[in-house]
Protein backbone atom coordinates (compact mmCIF):
# COMPACT_ATOMS: atom_id res chain seq x y z
CA UNK A 1 0.00 0.00 0.00
CA UNK A 2 1.40 3.70 -0.88
CA UNK A 3 -0.10 6.68 0.76
CA UNK A 4 0.29 10.24 -0.81
CA UNK A 5 2.28 12.83 1.69
CA UNK A 6 -1.56 14.00 2.18
CA UNK A 7 -2.70 10.78 3.42
CA UNK A 8 0.46 9.51 5.34
CA UNK A 9 0.22 12.94 7.44
CA UNK A 10 -3.67 12.37 8.14
CA UNK A 11 -2.30 8.93 9.29
CA UNK A 12 0.00 10.72 12.02
CA UNK A 13 -2.32 13.38 12.88
CA UNK A 14 0.35 15.93 11.44
CA UNK A 15 0.36 18.59 8.83
CA UNK A 16 1.92 17.75 5.77
CA UNK A 17 4.94 20.09 6.42
CA UNK A 18 5.40 18.65 9.54
CA UNK A 19 6.28 15.44 7.20
CA UNK A 20 8.03 17.11 4.93
CA UNK A 21 10.32 18.28 7.59
CA UNK A 22 11.15 15.05 9.11
CA UNK A 23 12.47 14.26 5.38
CA UNK A 24 14.21 17.56 5.09
CA UNK A 25 16.52 16.75 8.46
CA UNK A 26 17.17 13.03 7.49
CA UNK A 27 14.75 11.11 9.41
CA UNK A 28 13.42 9.41 6.58
CA UNK A 29 15.89 7.14 5.26
CA UNK A 30 15.71 6.88 1.61
CA UNK A 31 13.96 10.17 1.16
CA UNK A 32 15.89 13.34 0.15
CA UNK A 33 13.70 15.72 -1.11
CA UNK A 34 9.90 15.88 0.21
CA UNK A 35 8.79 17.60 -3.06
CA UNK A 36 9.28 14.78 -5.08
CA UNK A 37 7.85 12.15 -2.79
CA UNK A 38 4.86 11.00 -4.30
CA UNK A 39 3.89 7.47 -2.38
CA UNK A 40 5.17 6.71 1.15
CA UNK A 41 5.87 2.61 0.87
CA UNK A 42 5.77 0.43 3.94
CA UNK A 43 9.19 1.32 4.41
CA UNK A 44 8.44 4.96 4.54
CA UNK A 45 5.54 4.60 6.87
CA UNK A 46 8.06 2.68 9.23
CA UNK A 47 10.23 5.75 9.70
CA UNK A 48 7.63 8.20 9.67
CA UNK A 49 6.13 6.20 12.75
CA UNK A 50 9.28 5.86 14.34
CA UNK A 51 10.40 9.45 14.23
CA UNK A 52 6.91 10.46 14.93
CA UNK A 53 6.83 8.22 18.16
CA UNK A 54 9.67 10.06 18.96
CA UNK A 55 8.65 13.56 18.46
CA UNK A 56 5.10 12.92 20.43
CA UNK A 57 8.01 11.53 23.90
CA UNK A 58 9.91 14.69 23.69
CA UNK A 59 12.84 14.06 21.39
CA UNK A 60 13.83 16.61 19.45
CA UNK A 61 14.50 16.43 15.44
CA UNK A 62 18.63 16.62 16.81
CA UNK A 63 18.22 13.62 19.52
CA UNK A 64 16.45 11.97 16.63
CA UNK A 65 18.94 12.44 13.79
CA UNK A 66 22.06 10.83 16.42
CA UNK A 67 19.42 7.93 17.05
CA UNK A 68 19.58 7.66 13.56
CA UNK A 69 23.25 7.31 12.93
CA UNK A 70 23.06 4.11 14.87
CA UNK A 71 20.86 2.62 13.10
CA UNK A 72 21.70 -0.19 10.39
CA UNK A 73 20.18 0.91 7.31
Known amino acids: MKLT ?3 T ?3 FNVSPAEIATY ?5 VPGRTD ?11 MYWV ?3 HCFIEN ?13 CNI
Open 23 to 27: IQNGL
Open 5 to 7: LNE
Open 49 to 51: DMV
Open 9 to 11: AAR
Open 58 to 70: GSSIDDIKQLIKH
Open 34 to 44: SASVSDFDETD
